[in-house]
């Protein structure tokens, strides 16, 4: 019976979606009021019943309700209880639930955030998410419906969430990655009522800002969590292997990264205005892409959900309809946007431009590599190839070469017209510091001539010390330093972290797959094994159960010099229930370097094999990601997005006076 | 149409759509390879086993075999390993290894310390061979009848339930369709 309660809520949130999507709609065109003021109301029973179906999946697992058949696929009796409620989002149906209560949420915070807004741009905005919303939820109920009940025979016990996503992770990756994911639907609808209201300008730009971050941001947290869990659960010691699958948020990510300083040109001059716009609608494309790459079986991979030709057809008839039709609109309303003002040929909104024409290049390679085992395939009549990492980082790497020399330069300089001669003057020293400092340390540190680390340090350096530099000039005519640094804008410093954050993962990346050791063993207790400065001892294996698996843990004894280190533990696990095998790795993470060993199988003589890796630098990848994020949500605090909404909202206010809920508020 | 450049997001995004409705009809799992019921294609490939020795398809079983698809790099492969291990054990199938886009010491040490479940190691370092079978990457099982003829493909990881409900009928199929 509750199950059925979750499936009316669903359809519920899909009628009240329709409703939604076209009656503020209706009303912002013919400017009828009360139509538009319905768009607030109907968006929070959208989320209401969206939360309300989520929550009877939820309770479904809890109480393994076994007769629906989602639950039945993907937990079981004895699988803890944090793993029974996260398990929502372990297969198709449940995570598109949950992605569609993501979007409701989202929702739910324009409609909070947005009391600034004139109420036909809340209208119209709302609206389109409605119209998103409405593609998600009958996707769901046609296709992929997560109530879906084995009756009359239900099973006795479940098959068990899939092994390998019963880790901590599991618990934070897909909800962070779906929030990032789900939250450019909000530049997207941002982008399409600008197109349809013919208005964009600085005050579009700057409500604009904060969601493109906060999304964008966000996105940034699951890509470097997806990364992560995939370097400690997979055990191949990789941190990324450009799955067809892992691609699609990166491009997202990358064009997201693009539209963020295209904004930036937007709001402040006036500039790429229909660019803006284009990204906006590229990064949602994108977003939806990787849905139907995931969900459609269209490419085969490790994260593939269960395939499904229907589903790939519904996704891509929805693709055409958004993506389409946004683009149709975007060619018809674009000439309308024209830039205010022009500018130098040397100037930031030119670097802006290069750094535009970098990400966006850089998306379209990633696109086309993992696309192009579909197309090939489509045009040769069903043969097969695969695209592999050496093409991704033959294109990839260069480009983000050129990206981090830009990333110097563009913030040093200024809008509408830069002069050669300050540039100089601000970056000369910079660019001798940072060759003889990335030259000499390397030599010196490793006495040879090591060319990728060379190139690794010395791009770094001249990032962080143009940054520095910058800094310095800026507070030169502040009394004091610590005064001066307080007077730098909160986006100042989301803009100068997650820069540095940026070229510390870029750092880490370069140099962990230069310095990365490995060694695979086979090893009997009490035998050793020497990678790098470190000797492994091998102590033999012990049995141990965990509430759902049984597992081998071997001991490993760890030494440097000599000297005892430290213990390692991995474990190869058999998942009871499912019969699957898993290896859970023994790691010690420190800030240069990651020690990491996975245990293989038992062989004859009661050996057991064994691979150990030493990886320096590897964290900074990750650690590098938090500041990027950091920066990003800090930029969304930045106080003149307040103070706008003020004034803003007193305009609003002056303008319709009785008419509008926007005025009411702040 | 003075603004024609700004149709062609619309127009790059509709070929791309062409593709994809083409796409989800080609389905990589399940589609034949357009190789069944084709002789295995000719190679002259070196072995981890015999040396400098260029093996052909003439050094291939002359009953049904599996050919495996795989590499060290393949985290897939290390998982389908025990389920060949066991028909090795048990002596269902003879089991040729076709070590795809690998370095030899990697594959050598990778099949001692997993366990070595193939009859034989073919070699194909550089993905040739590999493009005439049209691997789409590894692990990709291929089934081989008495004939040299390929008869089944799967691509992806095998698990017992793959293996039991589609390569041993599979297996069956072919010794019995040798018999007749």
Known sequence: MIPELGNFALILAFCLSVLLGFIPMIGAARNNVLWMSLARPLTVGVFVFLSISLFVLGYSFVADDFSVQFVASHSNTMLPIYYKITAVWGGHEGSFLFWTWMLGGWMLAVCIFSKAMPDEFVARVLAIMGLICVGYTLFMLATSNPFDRVLPFPPADGADLNAALQDFAFIIHPPSLYMGYVGFSVVFAFAIAALISGRLDAAWARWCRPWANAAWAILTLGLSLGSWWAYYELGWGGWWAWDPVENPPLITWLLGAAMIHSLAATEKRGVFKSWTVLLAIMAFASSLLGTFITRSGLLTSVHAFATDPTRGVYILGFLALIIGGSLILYAVRAPQLKSEFGFGSFSREVFLLANNLILVVASAAILLGTLYPMVYQAMSGGDLISVGPPFFNTIFVPLMGILVVLMAIGPISRWKRTSFAHLRAQLGKVAIAAVSLGVVIPVLLTMDVPFGTIGTAVLALWVIFSMASDIKTKIANKSSVVSGLRSLPVSYWGMTLAHFGFVMTMAGACLTSIYSIERSVLLQAGQSAELGRYTFRFEGTRYVEGPNFIADEATIVVSRGGEFYKNLYPQKRLYVASGTPTSQMGIDGRFLRDLFTTLGDQRENGAWSMTVYVKPFVRWIWIGTIFIAFGGILAVTDKRYRQFKVKQSEKVARDNPGTTLAGEIV | ?180
């Open chain 2, 1 to 180: 149409m003075k603004n024609f450049k700004l149709y062609i997001p619309v127009a790059v995004f509709a070929v791309l759509a062409v593709f994809m409705w083409q796409g989800l009809f080609l389905d990589t799992r399940t589609l034949p390879s357009v190789l069944i019921d084709r002789p295995l294609p000719e190679f002259e490939l070196r072995s981890l086993e015999m040396g400098d020795r260029l093996l052909t398809t003439a050094d291939l079983p002359d009953e049904p075999f599996i050919l495996n698809i795989w590499g060290s790099y393949c985290l897939p492969c290390l998982q389908e390993n025990p389920i060949f291990m066991s028909a090795k054990e048990r002596g269902i199938i003879p089991i040729i290894g076709l070590n795809y886009k690998d370095r030899d010491d990697a594959a050598r040490n990778w099949l001692d310390i997993n366990g070595n479940p193939f009859d034989l190691n073919i070699i194909d370092d550089n993905g040739r061979y590999g493009i005439d079978l049209g691997v789409y990457g590894a692990p990709e099982t291929f089934l081989v009848d008495a004939n040299g003829v390929i008869r089944f493909k799967h691509i992806g990881v095998i698990n017992y339930r793959i293996w039991e409900d589609e390569i041993m009928p599979a297996i069956a199929a072919i010794r019995a369709g040798g018999n007749s």
